[in-house]
């Protein structure tokens, strides 16, 4: 299996998490960690309707778990996988948190043009790329992936007003 394939796989398993987000009242986004060894090491959806907490999105939810569990110094050998691009808030706690590399499914842009003006999502322009840029770490960023856009957004249908 090809980087790109093993990339795609790890993306299609946010995908069945963010469907369990969906299905359990709360947005469909959802994120793995996996360690290096290619473990998947937590899981985690969108919390943030179900529990009442404005920073309930899946990477921070996940960031705040493994961030407990975990020393920094394997986390930065992990790699945070995503439906969509982490938002501003989401790539601060990855980053504080010391994951070394994040791949998502589709842009924050492509996630804005699917929400449009839902108030649950009034998404940042803000790419992670740029907000990673402005640190002192050297955190890789992957994505989007346009071959795997259709399987995402697929989650979203019918959501978003």
């Known amino acids: 299996m090809s980087e790109r394939e093993r990339h795609l796989s790890y993306i ?3 995908i069945e998490v963010s469907r369990k987000a969906r299905a359990s ?8 960690l996996v360690g290096p060894d290619g473990e998947v090491l937590r899981e985690q959806g969108n919390v943030e309707i ?4 404005c920073t309930g999105h899946a990477e921070t939810s996940l960031m705040q778990a493994v961030s407990k ?11 945070l996988y995503s439906t969509a691009e982490p938002c ?5 706690a990855i980053y ?18 699917l929400t449009g003006d839902d108030e649950q999502n009034p998404t940042l322009d803000m790419p992670c790329r740029e907000i990673l840029a402005r640190g002192r770490k050297a955190i890789e ?3 989007p992936f346009p071959e795997i856009e259709a399987e995402v957004v697929a989650v979203h249908e019918g959501y978003w007003k």
Request: proline fraction near 4%.
């Open 12 to 14: 299609r398993r946010c």
């Open 25 to 32: 009242g709360n947005t469909p986004f959802g994120c793995i």
């Open 50 to 53: 179900t529990e009442h907490v």
């Open 69 to 79: 569990q975990f020393p920094k110094d394997v986390l930065w050998r992990c790699t």
């Open 88 to 92: 501003a808030m989401c790539t601060g």
């Open 96 to 113: 504080w948190g010391n994951v070394g590399r994040v791949v998502y499914g589709i842009s924050e842009r492509r996630l804005a043009e």
């Open 141 to 143: 960023v992957i994505g």
